[in-house]
């Protein structure tokens, strides 16, 4: 559900999808056993050796798989961006997937490198010895280390969605002049895949899991504030992103020039507590961070330090790009499901921060809860209510005095958008 007219356009825009996953043709176009003809060779899909019980190997043809997939994306500067990303972004999750199809769907270990001839089974693979192996190791030796890392097939899947967001990024860089693509946009996706959710967020939108009355944060918003030692540290090491214009120290308060030679307090990147430190002239500077909470700024710019665009953007009156210190890189979390037994009342809720600005996790678990109980389990309208109740309680009532939630205080002033899913 999504309340829109804050902007002209609405920045908020969002994905629903059921994506198929289809592993990629054999290389050259060769055949593999199995592909001959007949209905075997109308499967395009290669095949991969799969070991039975007894150790024999046989062939099973895999195709590919399904995800379902969900996402916000809420626009700032305009709202291109937010649409070419609604538009695209599960189809870099899908590209970047296909690689895996095997590998995901094989119980062993991912190979740690693949062949040239990708008709080659990961069960192969994680049979080759490594050269280390061959060696002999004197019986009194220690090993010091382990030759190789371990690595799951769960972190295969957030690499891949990790890699998808930067090549969104980078389609928006290089189309946003044929596009006219406008601004950036925070992005939080919602996959699920094979038994798992991977929650994905990159800006300050956010998402929890509500089962059995507890609540179980799926993401945290990434803010000046949350981000200040990455961003400190970056323009610790490359000053010159600063364009002599900006420190990198933060001060509690903006230092005035009578207050040069005296002690303040400061932080610098290594630092979560404070510290006193002499003021010098350097010190002077705008901070690279200044104003605290839902006002604190990168640059006196923007309030989001995560998200997809946002390659046009220049300090107010200056050459300075913001750029360097946005991450397009998404934290991804991840949900088993299967680890836990669920009922029709067990959702995970997807919101933008219009939501999250004026309601606080109890409060939308309360309203979850409350709506849930007023229909029956079986009905599929139910969750659907709960993302317009969560909407129009966080939107609040036309009043003489502007928009009011029931406790009189301001309702939210943004585009709020929410997803409701059920698990």
Known sequence: VINAGKSQHNEDQACCEVVFVERRPSPR???????GGGESGRVRAGVARKHDREGAQQWDVRKGFYFHYWALFDGHAGSGAAIMASKRLHLHICEQLR????????????????PRDARAGPVELSQVPLAEDDEEVPNDAVP???LE????????????????????????????????????CCALAAVYLMGKFYVANAGDSRAIIIRNGEIIPMSREFTPE???????????LRPELLGKEFTHLEF???IQPKELGKKMLYRDQNMTGWAYKKIEEEDLKFPLIYGEGKKARVMATIGVTRGLGDHDLKVFGSNIHIKPFLSCLPEVRVYDLTQYEHCPDDVLVLGTDGLWDVTDDKEVAGVVMEVLMSYEPNDPCRYTM??????VRSRGVLKERGWRLANDKLGSGDDISVFVIPL
């Open 29 to 35: 176009g060769q055949l593999v056993p199995g592909e």
């Open 99 to 114: 690689d895996l199809v095997d590998i995901l769907q094989d119980p062993s270990l991912p190979p740690i490198c693949l």
């Open 144 to 146: 010091r280390f382990h």
């Open 149 to 184: 890392k371990v690595v799951s097939h769960e972190s295969l899947v957030v690499g891949a969605i990790e890699n998808a967001f930067k090549h969104m990024d980078d389609q928006i860089e290089e189309e946003r002049g044929s596009q006219r693509l406008s601004g950036g």
């Open 226 to 236: 949350t981000e200040r030692q990455r961003l400190q540290f970056l323009a610790f």
């Open 252 to 254: 509690p308060r903006r």
């Open 386 to 391: 709960v993302a317009r109740e969560l909407v």
